[in-house]
């Protein structure tokens, strides 16, 4: 059907949980030493990339899906106050996986 080419529901729900996820695991990076924070970025980032994968593997996405995937995942950090810099960075490694 052409109208599910336009059903992005899953997408950005998919999209959205995954920026609290990252949020939720990432530490405050104020709070800890760098290359601890940076270990822990790692795993989080490793653990976010099966999540994005398996998603990937259960759904088709075109190109529309992936816009508003990674738009979905760009606005959950920031809504989650991420500094904009790390949320535009966060996302195009998200970009890069999709």
Same mark, same amino acid.
């Given at each position: 059907?052409?109208?599910?080419?336009? =059903?992005?529901?899953?997408?950005?729900?998919?999209?959205?949980?995954?920026?609290?996820?990252?949020?939720? #695991?990432?530490?405050?990076?104020?709070?800890?030493? #760098?290359?601890?924070?940076?270990?822990?970025?790692?795993?989080?980032?490793?653990?976010?990339?099966?999540?994005?994968?398996?998603?990937?593997?259960?759904?088709?996405?075109?190109?529309?899906?992936?816009?508003?995937?990674?738009?979905?995942?760009?606005?959950?950090?920031?809504?989650?106050?991420?500094?904009?810099?790390?949320? =535009? #960075?966060?996302? #195009?490694?998200?970009?890069?996986?999709?």
């Amino acid at each position: 059907m052409i109208f599910s080419w336009f =059903d992005t529901r899953e997408v950005r729900r998919f999209g959205t949980g995954l920026a609290e996820f990252i949020i939720g #695991e990432m530490p405050v990076a104020a709070q800890t030493k #760098e290359a601890k924070f940076a270990a822990k970025a790692g795993k989080t980032l490793k653990k976010a990339a099966i999540q994005l994968q398996t998603f990937k593997a259960a759904h088709k996405l075109n190109p529309y899906k992936r816009a508003k995937l990674a738009n979905a995942f760009l606005w959950g950090l920031k809504d989650a106050k991420c500094p904009a810099a790390y949320a =535009d #960075e966060l996302t #195009e490694w998200l970009t890069l996986r999709l």
